[in-house]
């Protein structure tokens, strides 16, 4: 059962991309202008590169994907998912093994989730319902995505820096993206060295 919550929770990173690729505008401009805002030019230019006829080909897809992975990086905060997903080993890393982690992790996570949308977008819906403004900086907003018939809440978590509200994070069914990796990456941490984590992390990437 705890399988199964995480491959879903894995496709609803998709989701996470679907949702600044493909959210409809909330009927009500008001409670979600701030948040909802923030995602809007993104979501115009990923729908654009992604129906885009210059990227149908086989043989443009990387290019398409490099395009949409410019997006993401705008609207998605790397650097606070990957601080969070290391937790306390974090502080482990030096300053330069920080920056390069965050660089290796978020291409890996970039460059496979992107490829899963090239291949399985269909115009999903996804609906936002409400937002939350827990603090100045901090903000929670919940939308539904409607997948092959099934609605699946998500809710997406967002700070705000030098203006800007981004993602950091996103939860299915009560469990969230850096629950996961967290996981995942536990047993690696106690074992292998910042260097041979970032290593590794950048194999994948280039597999």
Do not use: C, H
Request: aromatic share 10%.
């Amino acid at each position: 059962m705890l399988q199964r919550a995480y491959r879903i929770v894995r496709w609803a990173v998709v989701v996470l991309v679907l949702l600044y690729a493909a959210a409809a505008r909330p009927a009500a401009a008001g409670a979600l202008e701030e948040p909802a805002e923030a995602s809007r030019n993104s979501i115009a230019a990923a729908i654009r590169i992604l129906k885009d006829p210059a990227y149908q080909g086989a043989d443009q897809k990387r290019l398409q994907r490099e395009r949409l992975f410019a997006e993401l990086t705008q609207w998605f905060d790397f650097a606070e998912f990957s601080k969070r997903v290391l937790a306390d080993k974090w502080k482990s890393f030096t300053p330069r093994e920080q920056a390069e982690f965050v660089d290796a992790f978020a291409r890996f996570l970039g460059m496979y989730y992107l490829g899963e949308l090239q291949k399985r977008y269909t115009d999903e819906r996804v609906r936002i319902e409400s937002q939350e403004i827990i603090s100045p900086a901090r903000a929670r907003v919940s939308a539904t995505l409607v997948w092959m018939e099934r609605a699946i809440p998500v809710e997406i978590r967002k700070l705000k820096s030098r203006g800007r509200w981004r993602a950091y994070d996103l939860s299915v069914f009560g469990i969230s993206a850096v629950q996961i990796y967290r996981a995942q990456l536990a047993d690696i941490l106690r074992t292998r060295s910042p260097a041979d984590v970032i290593a590794l992390v950048r194999s994948r990437t280039e597999e």
